[in-house]
C-alpha cells in the first residue's frame, strides 16, 4: 500500500513538474530590468533569426508548393527575418527598460514568428501538396482504373472492388473539400488575428488532417483495386 | 600449269569472298526480329503499372504534404511568448 501510494506520489510530482515546464513565459514572467530585457531579447531574436534561417530555404526548396504561395510565404519570412534583426539592435541599444520591453513585446505581438509566420508558410505548402500533387495522382488513378473495369477487365469486376471504387470517389471529394482554398486560408492569417484569436489556425490544421486522411483512404482503396485486378 | 593454277586460285577467292557475302546477307536478314503482338496481359499490365505510379506519387507527396504539417506543428510549440 505504502509502495502505491509512493508511486501515485511520484506520479503525481512528474505531472506537476511536466505541466510547469510546458507553462510558456508569458507576460506575468515578461522580464523588468534593462539588461533582463536585453538579455531576454537577444536570445528570443536570435532563435526566432535561425527559425526563419532554416524555414526560408525549405519553402523556397518545396516541390509541392504553387508559386503564388511560395512568393507570399516567403514575403512574410524576410520581413520577420528583418524584423527580427532590426529588434535585435534596437533592444541591445535602448537605454531604459520601458522602451526595451516595448520593443522586447513586438517581438512577439508584432511578428508572431513561431505562432503564425512559419506554420502559416509549412500549411500552406502542406495544403498545395495535397491540393497540387497528391489528389491530381488519385484523379489520374481513379480515371486509369475506371477506364481498366470498363474495358480491359471488365469481366474482373466484384462488389468488393466496386465498394472500394466508391470508396476511392468518396474519399477524394472529401479530400477536395478540405483543401480547397486552404493555402489561402493559411496564409491571410495575420499576426494581428492570432492576438486576437490564439486558434485561429486551428481551422486550417484541422482541414490538413482532414485532407490528408482522405487522400490516404483514397489511395488505400485504389491499392485494393490494383491487387484484386493483379 | 601457272595459269590452270592461277585460274583456280582466282576462283577460290571469288567463291570465299562470294560466300561471305552471301552469310552477311543472311545474317542481316536473320537479325529482323519480328515484334510479337501486344498480348491483352501485357497492356493490362501496363495500365495496373500506371495506377501503381499515379499513387506512388500521391503517396510522396502526401509525406511532403506530413512533413511540412509538422513543422508547422513544431515551430508553434516553440511559441514561447
Known sequence: MNLRNSALTAALVLMLV????AVPANADTAPSTLPAIQ??????TADRIAALNRSIPSITANACMADASRAQALGTLSAALDGMQELSGQIAAATDAVTAAGLYRSIFEHWRVYAVAIPQAHFAAAADCLQGRAIPALLSAQA???AALAGVHADDVTPEIEADMQQLADQIVIAQDAAAGLA???LAVTPADYNADRAVLVPVKTALSTATSAARLAK??????????R | MTRVLGALLALVIVVTLGGCGLRGGRVDTSQVVSTPAPTPTLVDDGSLDSVLGDLEQADSALGQSDADLATGGEAEARDDE
Open chain 1, 18 to 21: 511536466g505541466g510547469a515546464a
Open chain 1, 39 to 44: 538579455a531576454a531579447g537577444a536570445h528570443a
Open chain 1, 144 to 146: 486509369r482504373l475506371e
Open chain 1, 184 to 186: 489561402d486560408d493559411a
Open chain 1, 220 to 229: 488505400a482503396a485504389a491499392q485494393s483495386v490494383v491487387d484484386a485486378l
